[in-house]
């Protein structure tokens, strides 16, 4: 650095710049800066070979139980199984006195799911019966006067005929055997209006018991029972709550009928008659096909266009078709084959053809 002095002061030469101090050789080397790889890449990359990973692994299990290509003698069609609800329901209005069932128990018919008060109808039952007893005792009364009057009717025939054969020996007077015979006539009279007594009491006792039986019967109803084999679906009333006649408290499913609806084009529904055989393949067991029939076929169209006039139009048209699993199967699988499954119905609507491979199996 050089200092020159001037007249106005000292003047300062600016230092050499450094890129003048560098001589850059012909043999050094370009310098590469190295960034780390981003977050992002690191996970997309992850990512792909997670999604071929799966990808795999869903198309080795796709064919694995994958179905061949069904033959034009199979009918097909998406669905859910179902199973027949069923209300259990109070047959008088009254309280709730005690559940003894909850949603998703399995229940057997004549199995009681509630109990309604029926306090009232205890204290009916009650006075019915006093009712009872005091027929009973008339109809006693009756009878032991009834008793009487044809012991008092045997007797005066008895004198009667006493008086004749005396009125015909002369020992006795015709006004006394007119007595006899009045007094007979008497005799029969009042044995016949016990014997009456006897059945208007009788009557009175027959009644006082029906409408004991009938109180009877009156409790036993509010006893709610299951009707058929099943499991409870919804419960809808608690303990406490007042329902009217015909008030809810359980629904039901019938396991004993169970089915898959599906829909069927035009022309595979005209195939399909009651009493086919088909299985049933659900989502959740797909290598156990379930034997089944159909048991329903719409006789009208579900799905039907405004103008029917081309052949493409005639099938869109859509036919509901019941497939319903054998009862006995039902009820025996009935934690296996429940309702709300969803899954596949095949129809075979050619008998003389045996079923693929892959839907011959049954439930075991």
Do not use: C
């Not at 596949?344 to 439930?363: F, R, S």
């Amino acid at each position: 650095m050089t200092d020159r002095q001037t007249g106005e002061g000292i003047e300062v030469a600016a230092p050499a710049s450094a890129a003048q101090d560098v001589i850059l050789s012909p043999h050094a080397k370009p310098v590469i800066e190295h960034h780390p790889p981003s977050r992002v890449r690191v996970w997309t990359r992850r990512l792909l070979v997670l999604a071929l990973v799966v990808g795999g692994a869903g198309g080795l299990y796709w064919r694995a139980h994958r179905i061949a290509p069904l033959p034009v003698w199979i009918a097909m069609g998406n669905g859910r199984l179902e199973a027949d609800p069923i209300d259990i329901a109070t047959k008088f209005a009254g309280r709730i006195a005690e559940l003894r069932a909850d949603e998703g128990d399995k229940v057997s018919a004549g199995q009681v799911v509630a109990l309604m008060d029926t306090r009232d109808l205890q204290q009916s039952l009650k006075r019915s019966e006093a009712q009872v007893e005091q027929a009973k005792r008339v109809v006693e009364q009756t009878m032991a006067t009834r008793t009487q009057m044809e012991s008092s009717a045997k007797l005066a025939e008895r004198e009667l005929e006493r008086t004749e054969k005396l009125s015909k020996s002369g020992y006795a007077t015709r006004e006394l055997l007119d007595q006899r015979q009045q007094a007979l006539d008497a005799a029969k009279a009042l044995q016949s209006a016990a014997e009456h007594r006897v059945a208007e009491a009788e009557k009175a006792l027959t009644a006082a018991e029906h409408d004991a039986e009938l109180v009877r019967v009156n409790i036993a109803d509010n006893a709610l029972v299951a009707p058929r084999d099943g499991r409870i679906h919804y419960r809808l009333a608690n303990v406490g709550e007042i329902l009217g006649v015909g008030g809810k408290v359980f629904t039901m499913l019938d396991t004993s009928y169970v089915y898959m609806d599906i829909y069927l084009p035009a022309r595979q529904a005209g195939q399909v008659k009651l009493g086919d055989p088909a299985r049933i393949v659900l989502d959740a067991f797909p290598d156990t096909p379930i034997p089944a029939k159909v048991s329903f076929v719409a006789d009208k169209a579900q799905f039907t266009p405004k103008m029917v006039e081309t052949k493409s139009d005639r099938e869109r048209l859509m036919f509901r078709v019941r497939v319903r699993v054998d009862p006995t199967l039902a009820r025996a699988r009935a934690d296996e084959v429940r309702s709300g499954l969803p899954g596949v119905a095949y129809v075979k609507l050619d008998d003389a053809q045996n079923w693929p491979e892959a839907l011959q199996g049954t439930v075991k």
